[in-house]
Nanobody, 126 residues
């Protein structure tokens, strides 16, 4: 059974940076795509970024392109989200997720992941 555990959330000022990390266990991930989603109060969960475990192909939501960077470490079984130039609209609970397919084209909708982390709060103050 896949288990995902996030770390690294917190409170930063506008323009600041944060790094989120997701540790995974329970299986090998060669055929998976790993992702980050977020959910702000009163809004639906939305896609942020995804990366294929093999090959490292990436995809980003338009709202975070050029500011966020997703990466993975296949030796540590982790994937990270480096967030820069943070804005108040980035405030949300961030979830790491795993999609059982090696394609970012099939890991962008909240229905695509089959495993989720517990979520970590990211708050950007203005």
């Amino acid at each position: 059974q896949v288990q995902l555990v996030e770390s690294g959330g917190g409170l930063v000022q506008t323009g600041g940076s944060l790094r989120l990390s997701c540790a995974h266990s329970g299986r090998t991930f060669n055929t998976y795509t790993m992702a980050w989603f977020r959910q702000a109060p009163g809004k639906e969960r939305e896609f942020v970024a995804a990366i294929t475990w093999i090959g490292g192909n990436v995809e980003y939501a338009d709202s975070v392109k050029g500011r966020f960077k997703i990466s993975r470490d296949t030796t540590k079984n982790t994937h990270d989200l480096q967030m820069s130039s943070l804005e108040p609209d980035d405030t949300a609970v961030y979830y790491c997720a795993a999609c059982p397919i090696a394609s970012t084209a099939n890991c962008w909708h909240p229905n695509h992941p089959t495993a989720w982390g517990q979520g970590t709060q990211v708050t950007i103050s203005s």
